[in-house]
């Protein structure tokens, strides 16, 4: 599985974003796919999943209410939604996919798309 992560740029606080992890090579159909954010000198953060065969989300306590994951079974492309952005969101943010084990561990994913920066300007 190749994933691509895209969507990422400068907001200003207050503003929105979507942000795309488009699949290749294998359906997602057995997956559940995560967004995870990072900032320099701090550990990937998780952010938001979604299972892909039953449209299951989780999200951080941060971002609840603010966020919306969602699929596009068609395009084999999970969205993060972003609105309310805050300074605090800015990070690059990640894609990743597993089969199995915990969502909220960056270890548990076995595929990682390429980072895509997310700017808030205060």
């Known amino acids: 599985v190749q994933l691509q992560a895209s969507g990422g740029g400068v907001v200003q606080a207050g503003g929105s974003l979507r942000l795309a992890c488009a699949a290749s090579?294998?359906?997602?159909?057995?997956?559940?796919v995560g967004w995870f954010r990072q900032v320099p000198g701090k550990e990937r953060e998780f952010v938001s999943c979604?299972?892909?065969?039953?449209?299951?989300?989780y999200y951080a306590d941060s971002v609840k209410g603010r966020f919306t994951i969602s699929r596009d079974n068609a395009k084999n492309t999970v969205y993060l939604q972003m609105n309310s952005l805050k300074p605090e969101d800015t990070a690059v943010y990640y894609c990743?996919?597993?089969?199995?084990?915990?969502?909220?561990?960056?270890?548990?994913?076995?595929?990682w798309g390429q980072g895509t920066l997310v700017t808030v300007s205060s």
């Open positions: 990743a996919a597993y089969v199995s084990g915990s969502y909220l561990t960056p270890t548990s994913y076995d595929y």
């Open positions: 090579g294998r359906p997602f159909s057995s997956y559940v």
């Open positions: 979604i299972t892909w065969g039953g449209g299951r989300t």
